[in-house]
C-alpha cells in the first residue's frame, strides 16, 4: 500500500532536483559573467596593473565564483593581499586563488592583521638601526644583537607574512642601488631563519632609493635602512575547488 506513495515522492524529489541543478547551471555564466565585469575596477583601486585579471572559471573550465588571478607574478605581496581582499569583497565572490600558487583571501573570511609586531619592531628600530659595512650585504656586528630583538617580537606573529624590505640613499646609480637593498634584505632574512623564524613566511626585495625616509634628503645616509611589514592574514581553510598549487 505504502509503495507507490514513497515512489511518488522520490520521483518529486528527484524531480525538484533537477530543476535546481539545471536552473542553477543555466544561471551560473551570467552570474560569473556579472563577477567578471566588477573585478577589474576592484583590481584598478587595489593597486593592480592592467595585466592582472580574475578569471571566473573553475579548474575544469566551467563558470564559477571562485576566481582565479592571473597576471600578479611581479607586484609584492602587500599589493597582492590587498587586490585579493579587494576581489573577495565583492558581493557573491568566494574563495580566490593565485595562478602562481597563492591563496589570499575568501569573500565573507574575517581578516587578521597583527600589526602589534610591526609596531614593536618598529619601536626597536625607531633609536636603532641595523647597519651593513659601506657598499655591502655584510651585517656589522652591533647589527646582530639588534637582528635577535627583532626576531622575538616577530615571534608571536608567526604564520603571517613579513615582508622585508631594504633602502638605500641615492648616492651610487639606481641598478646598483635596488641591487644591494635586495642583497641586503635577503641577509637580514637568512639571519632571521637561523634565529628560527619559518623561511616560507619570510619575503625580502630591495627598492634601492625610490622610498626615502619623509623629510630627509634622498642622499641623507639614514635613508640605508631595512623595513619590516606584515603583511598577510591568517590561513584560511581551503576547500578543494581552493586549494593553491605549489608556488
Known amino acids: 500500500m505504502l509503495r507507490r506513495p514513497l ?27 556579472q563577477l567578471s565585469r566588477q573585478a577589474p575596477g576592484v583590481i584598478a583601486e587595489a593597486g593592480g596593473t592592467p595585466s592582472v585579471r580574475a578569471l571566473f572559471r573553475s579548474p575544469r573550465g566551467y563558470p564559477s565564483r571562485h576566481p582565479l588571478l592571473v597576471g600578479g607574478e611581479p607586484l609584492d605581496e602587500s599589493t597582492r593581499a590587498q587586490i585579493a581582499m579587494a576581489v573577495g569583497a565583492v558581493p557573491g565572490v568566494g574563495g ?13 573570511e574575517p581578516v587578521f592583521r597583527p600589526l602589534h609586531c610591526q609596531e614593536d619592531v618598529q619601536a626597536l628600530l625607531r633609536a636603532r638601526t641595523i647597519r651593513f659595512e659601506e657598499s655591502s650585504a655584510t651585517m656589522d656586528i652591533a647589527s646582530i644583537g639588534l637582528l635577535d630583538e627583532v626576531a622575538t617580537a616577530l615571534r608571536p606573529c608567526l604564520g603571517s607574512i613579513i615582508q622585508i624590505t631594504g633602502h638605500t640613499d641615492s648616492s651610487g ?14 641577509a637580514v632574512r637568512a639571519a632571521l631563519i637561523r634565529e628560527g623564524i619559518p623561511a616560507d613566511g619570510l619575503r625580502a626585495r630591495g627598492v634601492g632609493s625610490r622610498q626615502p625616509v619623509e623629510g630627509l ?17 591568517e590561513p584560511i581553510r581551503p576547500t578543494p575547488v581552493d586549494t593553491p598549487a605549489p608556488r
Open 7 to 33: 515512489i511518488a515522492i522520490a520521483l518529486g524529489a528527484f524531480l525538484v532536483f533537477l530543476i535546481a541543478r539545471f536552473g542553477a547551471a543555466a544561471s551560473a555564466p551570467e552570474f560569473a559573467a
Open 96 to 108: 580566490i586563488r593565485w595562478s602562481d600558487g597563492d591563496m589570499m583571501a575568501q569573500s565573507g
Open 173 to 186: 646609480p639606481e641598478p646598483g642601488n635596488i641591487a644591494l637593498s635586495a642583497q641586503r634584505a635577503a
Open 217 to 233: 634628503d634622498p642622499t641623507d645616509p639614514a635613508n640605508r635602512r631595512i623595513e619590516f611589514s606584515v603583511i598577510a592574514t
